[in-house]
C-alpha cells in the first residue's frame, strides 16, 4: 500500500470515527430530551424544574418514561443491529429480523397465549419468547435435513416454510378468537408498542438483549469475512458455519426477548442497515456500531411520535411501517444507490 493511499485509508477512517460520535451525541441529546417530552401537564417539552416541584410528574419520568425510552433505544439497536447481521451472512439485502421464523414464532405464541392461556401478560410475554426461539430452532433443523443447495440456502427455505406455518397458525388463532375480547388484543399486540413497559419488563429481558448486543459488537471484525463464500473465509482462517451460528444466534435471542416485550416491530432491521451502508459502505468495524446508533435514533424518535402527537397513542409497528417504506421506496429510487449487500 503506497504512502498515498495510507493517508486517504487514515483520513477516511477518522472521518468515520468522527461520524459515529457526532451520531452518539445526537442521540444522547434526542433521549435527553424525549424524557421531557409528553403529554403531562400538556403536550410538548416540560419544565426541568417541574420534576422538583411535581411529584407526580418525577414519578411519571421515572417510573414510565425512562424504562420506555430504554426499551425503545435497546429495540431500535438491536433490530437495526440484527439486519446488518442477517444481510451481511446471507448476502442479501432484504432479509431482516423477522427472518429464521423469529418474528412469526413471537407472533404465533402470543396469539396462542392470548386465545389459550388466559391472555395474562407475563404468560404473553414467555409464550412469544418461547416460540421466537422455537422458530428458530425449527429453522435450523429442517435446514439441516434439507438436501437442496448450500448452507444459507437451506436456512433461507427453511425460514421461509417455517414462517408460513406460524402465520397460518396465527390466522386459525385469530378465526376461533373471541371478536369482542381477544380480537382486539391479538391485532393490539401485532401493532408493536412500547405503552406496557416497566422496569421489571425491561429487567427482565435486559441480560439477554445486552449478552447478544455484546456478541454481535465484538464479532465485527468478522463479519465481512464471513460475507464471503465458504471456501474463501476458511482461507482467510475463519471457521464459517460455526461463527455464521454465534452470530445468528447472538441477533435473534435479543430480537425474541424484545419482541416478547413491545409486539411485533418491522421495517427497522431493513432499512437502518441500508442507510449506515450510504454513510459508511460495507465496513463493520464501523458500520455496525453507527447501524445499532442510527437505529436507535430512528425507533425512539417514532416513538416519541407515536406517544406524543394525538391523545390516543399511535401502535409503534404503524409508524415504523409507514416510515420505513418510505425511506425504502426514497433509497431504492435514488440515483446513486448501490446495490451491494
Same mark, same amino acid.
Request: aromatic share 8%; proline share 5%; net charge positive.
Given at each position: 500500500?503506497?504512502?498515498?493511499?495510507?493517508?486517504?485509508?487514515?483520513?477516511?477512517?477518522?472521518?468515520?470515527?468522527?461520524?459515529?460520535?457526532?451520531?452518539a451525541?445526537?442521540?444522547?441529546?434526542?433521549?435527553?430530551?424525549?424524557?421531557?417530552?409528553?403529554? #403531562?401537564?400538556?403536550?410538548?417539552?416540560?419544565?426541568?424544574?417541574?420534576?422538583? !416541584?411535581?411529584?407526580?410528574?418525577?414519578?411519571?419520568?421515572?417510573?414510565?418514561?425512562?424504562?420506555?425510552?430504554?426499551?425503545?433505544?435497546?429495540?431500535?439497536?438491536?433490530?437495526?443491529?440484527?439486519?446488518?447481521?442477517?444481510?451481511?451472512?446471507?448476502?442479501?439485502?432484504?432479509? !431482516?429480523?423477522?427472518?429464521?421464523?423469529?418474528?412469526?414464532?413471537?407472533?404465533?405464541?402470543?396469539?396462542?397465549?392470548?386465545?389459550?392461556?388466559?391472555?395474562?401478560?407475563?404468560?404473553?410475554?414467555?409464550?412469544?419468547?418461547?416460540f421466537?426461539l422455537?422458530?428458530?430452532?425449527?429453522? #435450523?433443523?429442517?435446514?439441516?435435513?434439507?438436501?437442496?443447495?448450500?448452507?444459507?440456502?437451506?436456512?433461507?427455505?427453511?425460514?421461509?416454510?417455517?414462517?408460513?406455518?406460524?402465520?397460518?397458525?396465527?390466522?386459525?388463532?385469530? #378465526?376461533?378468537?373471541?371478536?369482542?375480547?381477544?380480537?382486539?388484543?391479538?391485532?393490539?399486540?401485532?401493532?408493536?408498542?412500547?405503552?406496557?413497559?416497566?422496569?421489571?419488563?425491561?429487567?427482565?429481558?435486559?441480560p439477554?438483549?445486552?449478552?447478544?448486543?455484546?456478541?454481535?459488537?465484538?464479532?465485527?471484525?468478522?463479519?465481512?469475512?464471513?460475507?464471503?463464500?465458504?471456501? /474463501?473465509a476458511?482461507?482467510?482462517?475463519?471457521?464459517?458455519?460455526?461463527?455464521?451460528?454465534?452470530?445468528?444466534v447472538?441477533?435473534?435471542?435479543?430480537?425474541?426477548?424484545?419482541?416478547?416485550?413491545?409486539?411485533?416491530?418491522?421495517?427497522?432491521?431493513?432499512?437502518?442497515?441500508?442507510? /449506515?451502508?450510504?454513510?459508511?459502505?460495507?465496513? /463493520?468495524?464501523?458500520?455496525?456500531?453507527?447501524?445499532?446508533?442510527?437505529?436507535?435514533?430512528?425507533?425512539?424518535?417514532?416513538?416519541?411520535?407515536?406517544?406524543v402527537?394525538?391523545?390516543?397513542?399511535?401502535?409503534?409497528?404503524?409508524?415504523?411501517s409507514?416510515?420505513?417504506?418510505?425511506?425504502?421506496?426514497?433509497?431504492?429510487?435514488?440515483?446513486?444507490?448501490?446495490?451491494?449487500?
Open positions: 500500500m503506497s504512502e498515498l493511499t495510507l493517508r486517504a485509508v487514515i483520513a477516511r477512517n477518522a472521518r468515520r470515527q468522527r461520524l459515529i460520535g457526532l451520531l451525541a445526537g442521540l444522547v441529546a434526542l433521549l435527553a430530551l424525549s424524557i421531557l417530552l409528553g403529554r #403531562y401537564p400538556a403536550p410538548g417539552l416540560m419544565p426541568w424544574s417541574r420534576l422538583q !416541584e411535581d411529584e407526580l410528574a418525577a414519578r411519571l419520568v421515572l417510573n414510565l418514561r425512562i424504562p420506555r425510552l430504554l426499551a425503545a433505544l435497546l429495540l431500535g439497536m438491536t433490530l437495526s443491529a440484527a439486519g446488518m447481521v442477517f444481510q451481511l451472512l446471507f448476502s442479501n439485502p432484504l432479509v !431482516e429480523p423477522g427472518f429464521l421464523a423469529v418474528s412469526p414464532g413471537a407472533a404465533f405464541g402470543a396469539a396462542f397465549a392470548i386465545v389459550l392461556l388466559g391472555g395474562g401478560a407475563l404468560m404473553t410475554q414467555a409464550s412469544a419468547a418461547a421466537a422455537a422458530g428458530l430452532g425449527f429453522s #435450523y433443523l429442517m435446514a439441516r435435513r434439507l438436501r437442496f443447495g448450500g448452507w444459507v440456502l437451506r436456512l433461507v427455505l427453511a425460514g421461509i416454510a417455517v414462517s408460513a406455518l406460524f402465520s397460518a397458525g396465527v390466522g386459525l388463532l385469530k #378465526y376461533i378468537a373471541d371478536p369482542l375480547t381477544q380480537l382486539p388484543e391479538i391485532t393490539f399486540w401485532l401493532l408493536g408498542s412500547l405503552a406496557s413497559i416497566t422496569w421489571p419488563k425491561l429487567l427482565s429481558v435486559l439477554a438483549v445486552m449478552l447478544g448486543l455484546c456478541i454481535v459488537l465484538l464479532f465485527r471484525w468478522r463479519l465481512n469475512v464471513l460475507s464471503l463464500n465458504e471456501e /474463501t476458511f482461507s482467510l482462517g475463519a471457521a464459517p458455519n460455526r461463527e455464521r451460528l454465534v452470530l445468528i447472538a441477533a435473534v435471542v435479543p430480537t425474541a426477548a424484545l419482541i416478547s416485550i413491545s409486539g411485533m416491530v418491522s421495517w427497522i432491521g431493513l432499512i437502518v442497515p441500508h442507510i /449506515t451502508r450510504r454513510l459508511f459502505d460495507a465496513d /463493520t468495524r464501523f458500520g455496525l456500531p453507527a447501524t445499532m446508533l442510527i437505529g436507535g435514533i430512528f425507533t425512539v424518535l417514532c416513538d416519541n411520535t407515536a406517544r402527537s394525538l391523545a390516543g397513542e399511535i401502535p409503534l409497528g404503524i409508524l415504523t409507514l416510515l420505513g417504506a418510505l425511506i425504502f421506496l426514497g433509497l431504492m429510487t435514488a440515483q446513486q444507490f448501490r446495490s451491494q449487500p
